[in-house]
């Protein structure tokens, strides 16, 4: 069964780190392109970064670069995203998601998400 789920979620203070962590079963997520998004309360889903196949290459959006990086654990099926200086506006649901296409059809996996809070 094909599944992503997320964790490492929680509450931080601003300037604090998290990170967050997208296990897949079912598939092996270095053969996708692995993205992290996020939506905050009434605020459209914003995608905040992205690890290619292979990890060749990563991207950030403007909001977070510098301060959060993204990677791949092989070995343990995932792909992480290291939060540093946490600011408020940095709140939302995060959500895992997987993308690949063969010749047949599209792949896209998501996870269920998990909460980030920053706050004081």
């Known amino acids: 069964q094909v599944q992503l789920v997320e964790s490492g979620g929680g509450l931080v203070q601003p300037g604090g780190s998290l990170r967050l962590s997208c296990t897949a079963s079912?598939?092996?997520?270095?053969?996708?392109?692995m993205k992290w998004y996020r939506q905050a309360p009434g605020k459209e889903r914003e995608l905040v970064a992205f690890?290619?196949?292979?990890?060749?290459?990563?991207k950030y959006a403007d909001s977070v670069k510098g301060r959060f990086t993204m990677f791949r654990n092989y070995a343990k099926n995932t792909a992480s995203l290291q939060m540093n200086s946490l600011k408020p506006e940095d709140t939302a649901m995060y959500y895992c998601?997987?993308?690949?296409?063969?010749?047949?059809?599209?792949?896209?996996?998501w996870g269920q998400g998990t909460q980030v809070t920053v706050s004081s």
């Open positions: 690890i290619t196949t292979g990890g060749g290459t990563t």
């Open positions: 079912g598939f092996t997520s270095s053969r996708y392109t």
């Open positions: 998601n997987a993308v690949a296409r063969d010749y047949v059809r599209e792949y896209d996996y």
